[in-house]
């Protein structure tokens, strides 16, 4: 029996060492430079982890048992009672936060622009109802970090606090259940914090007509071997109703390369993250015309928080342009006329914040 | 690249065994010794140089010691050094952990003691000089066994001139016991590490939660310890070499003495055999008796380290081993064993505060917790951490007694066949989990 057992397991770490290897995919390249520094051990683990025979099936069943010991919470994600999956936030450096808010205070003092700061909290602080309460106790403190960002930007912007309208509404469909994002409804309770900061006139719900698309699909967050304890998920498409109105997307690529899109959604494009119907996506400099009455300018930095909102802020402004400024070279923030528009807004989501952002490159902007 | 990475079972193991298997029988100390010497460099690329002339220097000095054999003072002046340049390099990377926080480099402290111990064999003539530098190296430096050891003298490492090709029973055997240790590692000291981390990582320090903390560090510790040692036994077995036990369910002792034969047996015997049989008089008084045993449990401690703690610990478990040899032994005999094994439970676990702690302040406030000295009993937030790993947990508990051993042993004697059976599935169930938590 034990050279039977000596052949089987013999065979099985062979077998499964060549099938790895005749994957198909490039195999590491041993060089002095890389033996030296851990990086060939490294790539072919990596390698190894990617294509070893039945990975997924073998990645699901870690996930099973890890699920059968009573773990709700996989790599910084927590497995909400209701089907979300909500992404956990470290403790940052409180460098970073005080950088980024400098950052954001210098560049409005530099360009006078009427300012507004908008941060928004993500899923896992606001649904913390749907994870274990010892674990929610741990919870990295979004709400008292927006508070002392928006201390420090105090008299010098206007600040949004949207943190209360979303636990107002938390039992609602305001994030997806496995995107970090807030969904479009979330986007339209952060877009009536913001207009009403700004004494705009909210649009109600009513005033919009609601489409929906992408049913069931599960994102990034589901990805792996939690999506069989996720629920789907579904896009929801706002159109104002009430005056006839115009959209047009330009989206300009790191390359320089611009796209026109007509209307503020794409649902013709088969999009491998289906919340890029909205707005198509967001590239490093989006812009969006609206042929309202509207004749003010907005210029919005922001993150992917924006696919949600965005779509209602185009109601009150002539022309939008977004800038992610972590994927915009530096040629094209350089080329950004600040005084053009009459208002400026910082959106970011917690956590996208925390990262700092990029906000280091407003420096770029110069004019 | 570890020996519990996918590369090492996928890729570095069947390359390296088959490599072994059909080099002829007068190479095969100098294949297993370049496989050893090449698993180091993958490895641990920025400590090779380092292990190298580590292996080296030994080498240099056995044959040192060799060849002054008709100059005594030469002779002695090389043991000396070499007996220095070991306990030198313990103390050095020791020191240079503790100072700066960088790790000891893998193997050192197992091929120093393994030096120090050689050394002192052939300076006594207890043992043959080694004069084949691969297998002089592979004594040394066998990949399997730097991680933990287990510790080997040059006499029971090398029963035979050559590595014997080991038969397809031995790599099938070899192969069930490296998968045992494997699984060990990865299924349980790693989750349940993670477990211990979270709990020390609470805002509130509560008793069930002090308790819990040392249960989950001391499991951590044995199924790190003794799965390494698994998988070096394992893989010493395909590679044709019978490295000794290291560890024989040592948290069910039913005394402190017991725990401690029990517990990383070859470095307890190692200290056994060069410090205290060489220190020990024909009639010791109890003062010498102390001192000895004491240096003894001090130096097993050392073997984690050159830190504090491990060195208080050490003495911690002395006093106990005192205690039983003087006084508590004749009552413990007397006692059910189920209560003397509730008995040393407690004190091995709170040896364990002092084994873990970070500071004098840290431990004060575990042994207060331990004895009830909180303010709170437990939390929830003690209960979650706990809760998320119920299954290591549970199949810890059970492992760190000998049912399962039994079980296994009883059937394996009423139906080879069936233990056979049992072997195949348990590994090749054990394999495909360990690769699902390694991806």
């Known amino acids: ?367 | 690249m570890q020996l519990y990475s996918l590369t090492f079972l996928y890729l570095f193991l069947p390359v390296s065994l088959a490599l072994f298997l059909i080099t002829p029988a007068k190479w095969r100390s100098a294949a297993l010794f370049l496989i050893s010497i090449a698993f180091y460099g993958l490895s641990q690329p920025d400590q090779f140089l380092i292990f190298c002339g580590m292996l080296v220097l030994q080498y240099a000095l056995s044959e040192g010691l060799r060849r002054t054999e008709g100059s005594p003072r030469l002779h002695k002046a090389i043991y000396v050094f070499g007996i220095m340049e070991n306990a030198g390099a313990m103390i050095l990377f020791s020191a240079l952990n503790q100072i700066t926080g960088r790790a000891i480099p893998l193997g050192t402290m197992v091929v120093a003691f393994t030096s120090l111990g050689y050394l002192v064999d052939v300076y006594k003539y207890d043992a043959e000089y080694e004069t084949n530098f691969f297998r002089f190296g592979l004594f040394l430096g066998f990949f399997a066994k730097l991680y933990r050891g287990p510790l080997v003298r040059i006499d029971n490492l090398w029963k035979k001139p050559i590595p014997p090709k080991p038969t397809l029973e031995q790599i099938g055997n070899g192969l069930v016991k490296f998968i045992r240790g494997l699984a060990k590692y990865v299924l349980l000291s790693v989750p349940i590490g993670q477990v211990c981390a979270d709990l020390k990582a609470a805002d509130e320090l509560t008793v069930v939660g002090a308790w819990m903390v040392m249960i989950t560090f001391a499991m951590k510790i044995f199924f790190d310890l003794s799965g390494f040692c698994d998988m070096a036994r394992g893989l010493g077995l395909c590679f044709g070499l019978e490295l000794p036990k290291n560890f024989w369910f040592p948290f069910q002792s039913a005394s402190v003495t017991e725990f401690f034969s029990r517990f990383n047996m070859t470095v307890t015997e190692f200290f056994h055999y060069y410090v205290y049989d060489n220190l020990k008089s024909e009639k010791p008084t109890p003062l010498q008796d102390a001192l000895n045993t004491s240096l003894v449990c001090m130096l097993a401690g050392v073997w984690f380290g050159i830190r504090m703690n491990f060195i208080v610990w050490g003495l911690y478990i002395a006093a106990f081993i005192l205690l039983e040899k003087w006084f508590l032994g004749r009552y413990l005999e007397r006692i059910p064993r189920f209560f003397t094994g509730i008995y040393t439970f407690c004190v091995t676990m709170l040896s364990m505060v002092i084994f873990s702690a970070d500071s004098l302040g840290e431990m004060l406030r575990y042994f207060g917790a331990m004895f009830g000295f909180s303010a709170i009993f437990s939390t929830a937030e003690t209960a979650y951490d706990i809760s998320g790993s119920v299954i290591p947990l549970i199949a810890g508990a059970v492992l760190l007694t000998n049912f399962m051993s039994v079980l296994i042993h009883k059937l394996r004697r009423r139906s080879p066949s069936v233990g056979g059976a049992y072997d195949l599935v348990m590994s090749t169930v054990l394999l495909a989990l360990c690769t699902a938590y390694l991806l």
């Open chain 1, 1 to 367: 029996m034990k050279k039977a057992i000596a052949l089987f397991l013999a065979a099985v770490l062979t077998v499964s060492g060549v099938l790895a290897l005749l994957s198909g995919k490039a195999f590491p390249i041993p060089n002095f430079g890389a033996l030296s520094s851990s990086s060939f051990s490294v790539g072919i683990e990596s390698f190894l982890s990617e294509n070893l025979p039945e990975r997924d099936k073998l990645s699901q069943l870690a996930v099973r048992l890890l699920y059968l010991s009573g773990r709700r919470e996989f790599d910084g994600v927590f497995l909400g009672e209701d089907g979300s999956l909500l992404k956990n936030i470290e403790a940052p450096e409180t460098d970073t936060i005080e950088a980024s808010a400098d950052a954001i205070g210098d560049f409005i003092s530099d360009h006078r622009a009427g300012a507004c700061v908008m941060l928004i909290p993500t899923a896992v602080i606001i649904k913390q109802q749907e994870i274990n309460s010892a674990a929610a106790d741990r919870l990295y403190n979004q709400r008292h970090m927006i508070s002392e960002v928006y201390a420090d930007l105090s008299g010098k912007a206007v600040t949004v606090d949207v943190y209360q309208s979303l636990f107002a509404h938390r039992s609602e469909y305001i994030y997806y259940n496995t995107e970090e994002n807030l969904t479009s409804l979330g986007g339209y309770y952060v877009y009536s914090e913001y207009a009403s900061a700004l004494n705009l006139r909210v649009r109600p719900i009513s005033d919009f007509n609601i489409a929906y698309a992408a049913h069931g699909f599960q994102g990034s967050l589901a990805s792996g071997a939690l999506g069989e304890y996720a629920s789907g998920d579904f896009i929801a498409m706002y159109a104002y109703t009430q005056y006839e109105r115009e959209y047009t997307v330009t989206h300009t690529a790191a390359d320089g390369t611009r796209t026109v899109q007509e209307g503020l959604y794409d649902r013709q494009t088969a999009w491998n993250d289906p919340t890029d119907i909205l707005l198509g996506g967001l590239t490093p400099i989006t812009e969006i015309e609206t042929n309202g009455p509207y004749e003010e300018w907005l210029l919005v930095f922001g993150d992917e928080t924006a696919k949600s909102w965005m779509p209602f802020l185009a109601n009150h402004y002539a022309h939008i342009t977004f800038i992610d400024l972590a994927a915009a070279p530096d040629s094209m923030l350089a080329a950004i006329r600040v005084s053009d528009y009459q208002q400026v807004l910082f959106a970011y989501s917690a956590d996208t914040f925390l990262e700092g952002a990029g906000l280091d490159r407003l420096t770029l902007l110069t004019e």
